[in-house]
Each structure stands twice: as C-alpha cells, then as structure tokens.
C-alpha cells in the first residue's frame, strides 16, 4: 500500500431532493460506477477521494445528505468548505425547491462558502423539463 503525503483536506456537501441522484453522483465521481444500493439514501454517508487540483494533492471529504434529515445538516456544514445543490432537471418540484436549500446552506456553512448548482440526470434529456436557461439563470441568483 502506498502512502501519498496529502497538502490540503477540503470538504463539501450534496443537498437536494429525494431521488434526484447525489449519491449517484458520488459514486460516479469517487468510485466511477453506479451505487451498489438501490432506491433513495436512508442516512448521510461521508465518501473519500484523493486528487490533485493544480499539482497539488487534495483529500475531498464529500458528504452524501438525505433529506429526511434535513435537521443533521447544519451540524455536517460546520466543518465544510462548500456545498452542491443537485435537481432532477426531469422533475420541476426538485427544481423549484432550489431555493429552499440554497436557504438551507446558506444558513449552515461558513460566510462566503461556495454554493454550486448542479442539474443532474442529463443522460434522459428527452425528459427534461428544466432547460439549460433556466438552471444558468438559478445560479445566477
């Protein structure tokens, strides 16, 4: 096993409606597969990555929330340094509830932590309901 000597531990959060693919997400990016679970997440979870950004080597310390436990949320922001907000752009409710956790994490993390939206689900874009335009002009908020 090799040891690599880390510079950097950055942590960040996915928020967002039920079924609207964070943890999807995760596994993609941490795993580069599919969840070996099926169905929605039934408690948070904390995954791992080491990367490099700029040459230098970076642990991402990247939390996986469920929202039926919205209230655990503010205790898992304290000690991160960003947050992700994730909508189905198949699901208009996912989309219009952007804002309520943009509330929530703007709330919860430290002042001038970045938030990040993310439209997730682009592979079933003959389902899209959201359109690119609208998801740049959320951002943009």
Known sequence: MEFIKLRYSLKVVLVGD???GKTNIIYRYTKNSD???NGHTLSNKLFFKNTKIKNKKIRLEIWDTTDQEEEIIPYICQS???GFIVYDICQSESFDNVDFWFNVLKESLPEN???ILLGNKSDL???RVIGEEEGIKKQKI
Request: glycine fraction near 14%.
């Open 18 to 20: 039920s079924g609207v």
């Open 35 to 37: 969840p070996s679970e």
């Open 80 to 82: 991160v340094h960003g």
């Open 113 to 115: 932590s970045p938030i």
């Open 125 to 127: 874009n003959d389902e």
